[in-house]
């Protein structure tokens, strides 16, 4: 189908909306509708998986465009009457209710002019990640991407981690102009994707866009507060005591990836295969079916993990929707952070697997808030498995040196992510501002004085590295507004594994089974079916913070 022009579409569209429906036949209608819309779907995910896996491949770009243009814009167009058909019917399918009300805000949504725009948005996406894609620099005689530096910052000798960390920043900064260039046409699209639709800004369109209906901007506020007084103090003294253990006057940036303990870096594996070979062994220890899971994305090669030049930045799970199979993309360097992005993706393409029985895709269509505690929890749930023991990465000292290491960066995590939430909020609710990007430089300074300055830590004379961080973030780019998820589905992965601690075998039973309802029920209702709350206040950080807290302790 990948070669099909609009054309041949049309009569699978026609079919459904010739159809007179009731309820003698709406779970027959909405089937067809439900599986011709999952064949579209699987189209889109390969035309846009191939402009990551080479960002330099012209012709899959002129694919992924062509299919923008004349595939999606019209099928949503077509979809738009399929709704409205759907409600006037007042027919409602076997176990719609909650699909029904993401339906009902579309087709309010739903602006035909906005169309060409959300194209043009994802295009710009794609410029965005071909200027990440061709940051590289020289190191040691050899060009290499900046994401293969990395492991540079885990190694003892500070003078070469001072000079990676500073080579890599130096060569962002040279692309300054650049992505200020892009940034400035995409809000651009945005605003104009909000007012089409009679909104006040693209704030209030994206929120409903993201049917974010059991929470609003002001909780989101809250949720940055409550950080800041609950998880920056903590945060505080695990800076402190790093800058102890290494015998440090003060930390600087390329000082907060360093074993504190001045060890030499984890090598958890040598190439990708090995990566994918423990991965797989350690999801079977969870659970043997979560393992069969990953057998079958193995054996379709569904997975690209290992970086090179031209890739696309960062690490992702799709779905090919047809199939129903999950492909996970990421740039793998031979670190730890590696395997926890490993063992993140793969609670994601479990997500796939475990709701794949669901019949209609609209019931598949699961919130960030929890298809990121599917993720954020296989982390944690993986844990216990790390070791040579279970076919994993490490020795019992290095497991246990791993696990420190990612418990303190999942709470260090959530300050930043208050920072790219709340950038968001004040670029999408001040456009006019956000257009200079002389502004964003200094609203994205002002919160991380706000929530990234630490008094053992020494950043003072990197202003512009800070001032242009939000350049960094490829959400901002792809996905606007989706990032203070991760700090919501963090508080509930961490629910998961507090249950897990007591026990797994229940704790991973009650994950499973949330899984399985895919996104046919509140945030709430899935929060508690994997045995958490959903909630994100002062209570359920302090909770949080000190879960971690003990749990280091004993560790240690």
Not at 83 to 111: Q, T, Y
Not at 306 to 328: S, V
Not at 444 to 452: A, I, K
Request: hydrophobic share 35%; charged share 30%; with cysteine.
């Amino acid at each position: 189908m990948q070669n099909w022009e609009w054309s041949d579409y049309v009569p699978y569209f026609e079919n459904l909306l010739n159809q007179d429906i009731d309820k003698t036949n709406i779970n027959t209608w909405m089937k067809y509708w439900s599986d011709f819309s999952e064949l579209i779907g699987e189209v889109g995910t390969e035309v846009y998986v191939a402009t990551t896996v080479d960002t330099t491949d012209e012709d899959a770009k002129k694919r992924f465009n062509a299919f923008l243009e004349n595939v999606s814009e019209n099928a949503s167009s077509k979809n738009q009457i399929l709704r409205k058909k759907l409600l006037e019917s007042g027919a409602i399918p076997d176990n719609f209710e909650i699909p029904l009300r993401s339906i009902k805000s579309e087709v309010e949504l739903f602006r035909e002019n906005n169309l060409p725009l959300m194209t043009k948005d994802s295009k710009l996406s794609k410029e965005y990640d071909a200027i990440i894609g061709a940051q590289t620099i020289e190191w040691e005689g050899k060009e290499i991407t900046i994401t293969q530096l990395g492991p540079v910052l885990l190694e003892t000798n500070r003078e070469r981690r001072e000079k990676a960390w500073r080579l890599a920043a130096e060569r962002r900064l040279k692309d300054r102009n650049k992505i200020n260039e892009v940034w400035k046409k995409t809000l651009k699209t945005r605003i104009n994707i909000a007012e089409n639709a009679d909104k006040d800004n693209y704030r209030s369109w994206r929120w409903e866009y993201l049917s974010r209906f059991d929470y609003t901007p002001e909780d989101c506020l809250n949720f940055h507060s409550a950080i800041e007084k609950v998880v920056m103090p903590f945060v505080n003294k695990l800076i402190k005591k790093r800058k102890e253990q290494l015998g440090l006057e003060i930390l600087k940036p390329w000082d907060l990836s360093v074993d504190p303990l001045n060890r030499n870096p984890l090598k958890p594996f040598e190439d990708a295969d090995e990566l994918e070979e423990k991965c797989h062994n350690i999801f079977s220890a969870v659970d043997k079916e979560l393992g069969n899971h990953f057998k079958i994305m193995r054996e379709e090669k569904l997975l690209d993990l290992a970086n090179r030049k031209g890739k696309a930045p960062g690490g992702y799970c799709t779905e090919y929707y047809h199939r129903r199979l999950p492909f996970i993309f990421m740039n793998a360097v031979g670190t730890h952070s590696d395997v926890q992005t490993m063992l993140h993706e793969g609670g994601h393409a479990f997500h796939v697997f475990e709701s794949n029985q669901l019949p209609y895709s609209a019931q598949r269509d699961v919130g960030m808030e929890f298809a990121e505690v599917a993720s954020m929890a296989m982390e944690l749930l993986s844990s216990p498995y790390l070791t040579k023991d279970f076919g994993g990465f490490y020795d019992k000292e290095e497991a246990k040196r791993a696990r420190i290491e990612h418990l303190e960066k999942t709470i260090m995590f959530l300050p930043y992510m208050a920072v790219v939430d709340a950038f968001q909020h004040w670029a999408y609710t001040n456009p006019e501002d956000a257009m200079e990007t002389d502004n964003c430089d200094s609203k994205w300074t002002e919160l991380w004085n706000r929530f990234q300055v630490y008094e053992d830590l020494d950043s003072s004379e990197f202003k512009d590295v800070i001032a242009t961080g939000w350049h960094n973030k490829l959400h901002l780019f792809h996905v606007p507004f989706y990032y203070v998820e991760y700090g919501m589905a963090q508080l509930g992965a961490i629910q998961v594994w507090g249950n897990a601690l007591k026990n797994q075998e229940k704790a991973v039973s009650q994950y499973r089974h949330a899984l399985s309802l895919g996104g046919n029920a509140t945030l709430p209702e899935l929060f508690d079916a994997a045995g958490a709350k959903f909630a994100f206040d002062e209570n359920m950080l302090t909770y949080a913070v000190n879960l971690i807290e003990q749990q280091i302790k004993e560790m240690n």
